[in-house]
């Protein structure tokens, strides 16, 4: 399992590097979801063991809040995670890099877990529940369903 903030550390650079700019904290916060879950997919292992919280705009790590508090995020954290890693976040980037911040927390809103830990909050509320793994591990079912159902097109 992967150290959740060298796996964040990874994602920013990578994003960086395609983007050519620096992700915002709510992007970091759903691709960090979306890498989860689709380790979840790939190899039925949580990428790393943090646990997200449910808040108002989708999951959100709170260490990788507090990386993103200080002046230079991730400056100072060691980024060295395995091939297998690099290879799903790099999948996760050029499925999702793209979609702007709102978007992916939309999408983050039609997932299971995420809908679980909001349970009886206010839409306003920021909540401190967390989404369960085994949640996710729904959201990752349902996910590789929808997409060996998606229509085949050409290019």
């Not at 903030?5 to 979306?34: G, I, P, R, S």
């Not at 999951?59 to 290879?87: Q, T």
């Not at 509320?125 to 949640?135: F, H, K, M, P």
């Amino acid at each position: 399992m992967e150290k959740v903030l060298a796996v964040a550390k990874h994602l920013f650079t990578m994003y960086k590097e395609e983007f050519h700019k620096n992700m915002d904290e709510m992007k970091m916060h759903k691709l960090m979801y979306f890498s989860q879950r689709e380790s979840l997919i790939q190899h039925d292992e949580p990428l790393f063991e943090e646990c997200f919280s449910g808040w108002r705009y989708g999951p959100v790590l709170l260490s990788v809040r507090e990386e993103f508090m200080k002046a230079s995020p991730f400056e100072d954290i060691d980024d060295s995670i395995s091939s297998d890693a690099k290879a799903l976040i790099k999948d996760v980037l050029s499925r999702y890099g793209s979609i702007s911040s709102w978007n992916l927390s939309v999408m983050s809103h039609e997932e299971l877990s995420w809908k679980l830990a909001r349970s009886g909050l206010e839409p306003s509320e920021n909540g401190t529940r967390q989404l369960s793994i085994d949640a996710i591990r729904l959201d990752a079912v349902r996910e590789r369903l929808a997409r060996r159902h998606m229509p085949v097109t050409s290019h």
